[in-house]
C-alpha cells in the first residue's frame, strides 16, 4: 500500500526557514517524479515544485523560485523542501505527491497517483 508521510511543519516567523521531508514506503520511489503542493485556507490546491525521478530536473512556482529547493534522496525514499524566507502568504498545508512517471508534467492534482496527509506550516510573528 503506498504510503506518503510529511513532516517538518510548524510554526515559524517571516523571513525564517524550514525543511519539510517526505517518507515513502510501498511503490518504487525511484521511478516516480515526486511534488510538493500546497493549500491555504479557502484556496485551492497549487502546485509548488516538482523534480524528476533521478533528481536531474526541477521545477518551481514563480511565487517560490529562488527561495525554496526540492530536493531527494532515493536510497533513503525521500523528498523534502526546504524553504527560506518564509512569508505569511506560505502559510498552508504541504502535500508530497508521486507522479504518474519519472517526469514531472504539471500541477494538476488529479494527474497524481499518490498523496500525503500533509503538514501544516505557519507563517507569522
Known sequence: ?????????????????LR??????GFTFKYYAMAWFRQAPG????GVSCISSSG?????????KGRFTISRDNAKKKVY???????????????????SGSYCTGYVPST??????????TVSS
Open 43 to 46: 484556496k485551492e490546491r497549487e
Open 56 to 64: 536531474g530536473r526541477t521545477n518551481y512556482a514563480d511565487s517560490v
Open 20 to 25: 519539510l521531508s517526505c517518507a515513502v514506503s
Open 81 to 99: 523542501l526546504k524553504m527560506n524566507s518564509l512569508e505569511s502568504e506560505n502559510t498552508a498545508i504541504y502535500y508530497c505527491a508521486a507522479d
Open 1 to 17: 500500500q503506498p504510503q506518503l508521510v510529511e513532516s517538518g511543519g510548524g510554526l515559524v516567523q517571516p523571513g525564517g526557514s
Open 112 to 121: 497524481y497517483s499518490y498523496w500525503g496527509q500533509g503538514t501544516q506550516v
